[in-house]
């Protein structure tokens, strides 16, 4: 292409930028739409910034309002922003996330000082007016001193309860930096000093570990726990979901089998109600219904009807059932009898929002007790919490 025809498109192209700075305003963005002006905009800043524009286009373009540092402007605005936002509320003072615009410049200036790709002269500017390029680091020394005080108040090592959300999270994650190799040795003796736990849920186990044994020393091996002693029933109820779900490690299995712990309790509680039932057949003939007052009986032998008529009975435990006489449908009112419709142990999943990332994940957990009065279900997930709902919540639990 030869010159004169270069000259044509180039005067072309700087009319068309004449008539959208008559309509927008001198120096104001060519929108990314009109490609073709935007492009030969971006060339002449090359062309003036590599020394190669002639002096007499150059002046043509002044003489318009032509920027030909629009980052620098910008750059420029944005810091005239941060100064008129900590005239306001303070130097250094954190610019709230609803700014986004200025919130983002200033996590792009952090992250530019950080790889070392800032000039002296814009960090200086920064410096000047307060700017803080680790706020991080000055937000954990602010966490820090919070849990020192919560130590001396409570105990060294004392759980951080979730209403102080923001300091439980903060614990929470810097059990994640430390497990995932990413803390400073300097910041995990400091935390380790005062008496940080870094596996608070370790501890748990073994202290739970510690106080079934001793009710098993109190009691007998194996023996149930009562629902009076919540925690620990409850802690018991979910090493049976995670061992049933193949999420137990083999090292707490066999620990747990050592003291003689029960993985099955139903499957055992199973053979104990059927032998009452035998007795109760002896007593009473075969067949004979249980009275309501053998509470316990009355409802396992409810129990076994739904679980036959749902087709979930194994044929083993119906021929047995048969064999003894029991009735399967008594007078034909087995449908209008209700009962529980989920077993105990049932296993369940829900979204919760996880405290160690601050982002939702579903939790396992099971079905662990049931209020025939209420009709309400006890369900304990994986992190020991324990929520309370009705019959149409697991239902839709259940769906999800």
């Known amino acids: 292409m030869n010159s004169n025809n270069l000259e044509a498109q180039w005067e072309a192209q700087f009319d068309l930028l004449q008539k959208h700075y008559s309509a927008n305003g001198a120096g104001s963005p060519v929108p990314k739409v009109n490609k073709t002006l935007t ?61 986004k615009s200025l919130a983002k410049w200033c996590e792009t200036q952090r992250r530019q ?3 070392g790709k800032m000039s002296s002269e814009r960090e200086s500017q920064l410096r000047k007016i307060g700017f803080d390029f680790n706020p991080l680091g000055d937000s954990w020394e602010a966490q820090f001193n919070l849990l020192q005080k919560h130590y001396t108040a409570n105990g060294a090592g004392s759980t951080v309860p979730t209403v102080n959300r923001a300091l439980s999270i903060w614990c929470a994650s810097q059990r994640v930096q430390h497990r995932k190799g990413r803390m400073s040795s300097e910041r995990e003796s400091r ?11 370790e501890d748990s186990w073994e202290a739970q570990l510690n106080l079934l044994r001793e009710h098993y020393s109190a009691n007998g091996a194996g023996s149930t726990v009562p629902t009076v002693n919540r925690a620990l029933s409850l802690w018991c109820a979910f090493q049976r979901v995670q061992h049933r779900e193949g999420k137990m490690s083999s090292e707490r299995e066999s620990r747990l089998r050592e003291i003689g712990f029960d993985f ?30 053998n509470k316990s009986l009355s409802i396992w032998c409810a129990f076994q009807r739904k679980q036959h008529r749902k087709g979930r009975m194994s044929s083993e ?42 982002k939702n994940r579903p939790y396992s957990g099971c079905i662990s007790d049931y209020d025939q009065v209420s009709k309400l279900y006890e369900i304990t997930y994986e992190d020991g919490d324990v929520e309370v709902v009705g019959e149409e919540e697991v239902t839709e639990i259940m769906r999800k």
């Open 39 to 99: 492009n030969w905009c971006a060339f002449q800043r090359v062309q003036h910034r590599e020394g190669k524009m002639s002096s007499e286009r150059e002046s043509r373009l002044r003489e318009i309002g032509f920027d030909f540092n629009p980052l620098e402007d910008s750059w420029k605005a944005q810091l005239n922003l941060l100064r008129e936002h900590y005239t306001t509320n303070g130097a250094g003072s954190a610019v709230p996330i609803v700014n």
């Open 113 to 115: 000082h950080r790889k």
């Open 191 to 201: 935390l380790r000093e005062i008496g940080f736990d870094f596996k608070p849920f």
């Open 264 to 293: 099955n309790p139903l499957g055992d509680s199973w053979e104990a109600q059927f032998n009452l039932l035998q007795k109760h057949y002896s007593a009473n003939g075969a067949g004979s219904t249980v009275p309501k007052v």
């Open 317 to 358: 435990r119906e021929s047995r059932l048969r064999e003894i006489g029991f009735d399967f449908d008594p007078d034909g009112k087995s449908e209008n009898v209700r009962i529980q419709q989920f077993s105990l142990g049932t296993s369940v999943s829900k979204v919760f929002q996880d405290p160690m990332t601050g």
